[in-house]
């Protein structure tokens, strides 16, 4: 199966900056796809950031401009650049990897990538632990 572990999560004070990593590891049938969400007491879950094996990325509006999602496929790594880091971002963030097959779901036609990254995980995708970030004012 596969198994995602993330790190790097801190508190920082606003306009600060942070960088995540999820190591990944295990095998899983067919093309999947990367991203990261976050959840935050009261908020839905959120899609942040994602990204699919030919390097293509999406980002929710909310971090779009500040946020950075990359991978290291020799390593293993997905990461996530934050920059300028506002209260808005604390949550606990996630990372996963879910089925491409996930976009061509009826549900999911009229999502972006990262949408329907954070709408499927759970029913069809892996995930970590999470990592807390918290952003003081």
């Known amino acids: 199966q596969v198994r995602l572990v993330e790190s790097g999560g801190g508190s920082v004070q606003s306009g600060g900056s942070l960088t995540l990593s999820c190591a990944y590891s295990?095998?899983?049938?067919?093309?999947?796809?990367k991203g990261w969400f976050r959840e935050a007491p009261g908020k839905a879950r959120e899609g942040v950031a994602s990204?699919?094996?030919?390097?293509?990325?999406d980002y929710s509006d909310s971090v779009k401009g500040r946020f950075t999602v990359s991978q290291d496929n020799a390593k293993n790594t997905l990461y996530l650049q934050m920059n300028n880091l506002q209260p808005e971002d604390t949550a606990i963030y996630h990372c996963?990897?879910?089925?491409?097959?996930?976009?061509?779901?009826?549900?999911?036609?009229?999502?972006?990538?990262?949408?329907?990254?954070?709408?499927?995980?759970?029913?069809?995708?892996?995930w970590g632990q999470g990592t807390q970030v918290t952003v003081s004012s």
């Open positions: 990204i699919d094996s030919d390097g293509n990325t």
């Open positions: 295990g095998y899983a049938i067919g093309p999947y796809y």
């Open positions: 996963a990897s879910v089925p491409t097959y996930l976009r061509d779901l009826p549900d999911s036609k009229n999502m972006t990538p990262v949408q329907a990254l954070a709408a499927n995980v759970n029913g069809f995708g892996y």
